[in-house]
């Protein structure tokens, strides 16, 4: 069984999860951040400086065992570069030993190797395997339309399908 884990502050990576769970059919499981973070200008430097430091974030129990994923569609926004608070405590709290972990990741500039390295290394540090990776790209903070991601989308799923 294969399954998609994602997060979201502004709404882009849950449409991009949601969508690829649709076509894939696939289960999705949120990772779901505890607390009143927004998505605004002041959680840019705010969430781009924890982004920065590594920081972790409270989240909730995670809905899903991981032992039974065969391989892991993980959904995630890039920032400052790298992992959301809220991924870096999901690395923390999921058994990812052995687990492969396919990336897809969301930013507003779009594919970016040292952003791609740098979450493949955390999912490599925690025991996983990041055996591929495919980009978003958002535009803005604000929750993209769903016309301008879907043709992104419709390659990465035609991608993806052959590596399932
Ligand atoms: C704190 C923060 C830092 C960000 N840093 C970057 C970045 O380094 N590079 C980039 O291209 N986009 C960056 N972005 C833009 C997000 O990756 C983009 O808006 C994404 O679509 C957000 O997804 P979401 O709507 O699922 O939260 C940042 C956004 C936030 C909130």
């Known amino acids: 069984m294969n399954a998609i884990v994602y997060y979201s502050l502004g709404g882009t990576t849950g449409m991009v999860a949601e969508k690829l769970a649709q076509s894939l059919s696939v289960n999705s ?3 779901e951040e505890i607390g009143n973070r927004k998505n605004n200008a002041i959680n840019i430097a705010v969430g781009g400086y924890q982004a920065t430091t590594e920081k972790k974030s409270a989240i909730k129990p995670l809905q ?4 039974g994923i065969e391989k892991m569609i993980l959904c995630l926004p890039i920032w400052a570069n790298t992992t959301p608070p809220a991924v870096n405590s999901f690395f923390e709290q999921a ?4 687990q492969k972990v396919i990336l897809v990741l969301v930013s507003g500039s779009g594919k970016n190797a040292s952003a791609q390295e740098n979450v ?3 999912v490599n540090a925690h025991g996983g395997y990041a055996i591929d990776a ?4 958002s535009k803005s903070i604000k929750k993209a339309k769903p016309e301008f991601i879907q043709p992104q989308l419709d390659d990465i799923i035609a991608r ?3 590596l399932l």
Do not use: T
């Open 64 to 67: 899903f065992d991981s032992a």
């Open 29 to 31: 499981y949120p990772i």
């Open 95 to 98: 058994k990812l030993s052995g």
């Open 134 to 137: 495919f980009w978003i790209q």
């Open 120 to 122: 493949a290394k955390k």
């Open 160 to 162: 993806m399908k052959k």
